[in-house]
């Protein structure tokens, strides 16, 4: 473990700690999460010659199985490390769930939609052990920010099986003797300031930002707009597409609010279950309070659409 990833784990363990101390009352954010089991650097798959990892966070009491967020970092596709994001599981820790923290390759390491991949694998390895870790499969969540959260979007908003898990390895003898896929799913999906439309984003001028234009490297057209175009959560809303709730900023200058506009549209046109919350004058992050309130807000929307936040 390195010595970053050591201080950020110390820091959320003091922080648990801290948390449970101070609580005056009982609450959903009472400390009771303090209690926390942390594996850091598991393994969920292989890719371009590297290790790719997760951080998972298992409450030690799990005598029942308890519901999962998984968090993708953000950093446009191009930057940023999973060991940053540590500090906003904190409240998910509070209420009981278990939470991981997945990494995957950058552009640097793999053009698109090599990230994607990485974080379909990382679902089908958690999936695949939630008897072991007493994860309940019927409640698991994946939320991100920024290019995290277009992430989280396409990696739960897929149907199974996609081609995007074709290098997913299949546990078992099914790898040896079978050609099925496994099959995934989530119950809900967090999305705060995600891309959704990479056409409008790869544009040279207008909406087009360069970090974008960096992960799709020099693939031609007319291969790059069919692929950016199955890559947008905003063109791939479907009958079975789980709950979603959006978080924008109506300032942000890094991923226009149109972006989160154009994939409610999407889901209200199709009929399924969503919200979008404007952030008025937030840019591309929110203040303390905002991230309060959102807390609150993802957790009234969780219970609204079935999925029990309580473990």
């Not at 939609?113 to 089908?124: G, M, T």
């Not at 698991?140 to 995290?148: K, L, Y």
Request: aromatic share 6%.
């Amino acid at each position: 473990m390195n010595a970053i990833a050591k201080r950020l784990l110390r820091l959320l363990s003091c922080l648990l700690l801290a948390s449970a101390a101070q609580a005056e009352e009982p609450s959903w954010a009472d400390g009771s999460g303090a209690d926390i089991e942390v594996r850091p650097h598991l393994v969920y798959s292989q890719a371009g010659g590297q290790d790719l990892k997760l951080d998972l966070y298992l409450p030690h009491d799990r005598r029942r199985p308890r519901p999962l967020i998984i968090w993708v970092h953000g950093g446009g596709w191009v930057g940023g490390t999973r060991e940053v994001a540590n500090l906003r599981l904190l409240p998910w820790l509070q209420m009981g769930w278990a939470a991981a923290n997945v990494s995957y390759r950058l552009a640097k390491q793999a053009h698109a939609p090599a990230a994607l991949e990485d974080v379909r694998c990382a679902l089908h390895w958690l999936h695949a052990r939630a008897d072991e870790f007493k994860l309940d499969r019927e409640r698991f969540v994946i939320t991100g920010g920024s290019a995290g959260a277009h992430l989280a979007l396409m990696a739960g908003m897929l149907r199974s099986p996609s081609r995007f898990d074709q290098a997913c390895p299949t546990e078992g003898a099914a790898r040896w003797r079978s050609g099925e896929q496994a099959s995934v799913r989530v119950a809900a999906i967090i999305n705060t300031m995600g891309i959704t439309d990479l056409p409008a984003l790869l544009s040279p001028d207008g909406d087009g930002r360069h970090f974008a234009i960096e992960w799709f490297g020099s693939l031609a057209e007319p291969a790059r707009s069919e692929l950016a175009r199955e890559l947008s959560p905003a063109h791939q809303v479907h009958g079975s597409t789980p709950p979603i709730l959006s978080f924008h900023g109506d300032a942000d200058d890094v991923v226009p609010f149109s972006q989160a506009q154009r994939l409610h549209a999407a889901l209200a046109a199709a009929s399924r279950p969503q919200r979008l919350i404007a952030v008025p004058g937030a840019r591309h992050g929110f203040d303390r309070a905002q991230m309060q309130q959102l807390m609150a807000t993802t957790r009234a929307f969780l219970t609204e659409h079935g999925v029990r936040v309580e473990p």
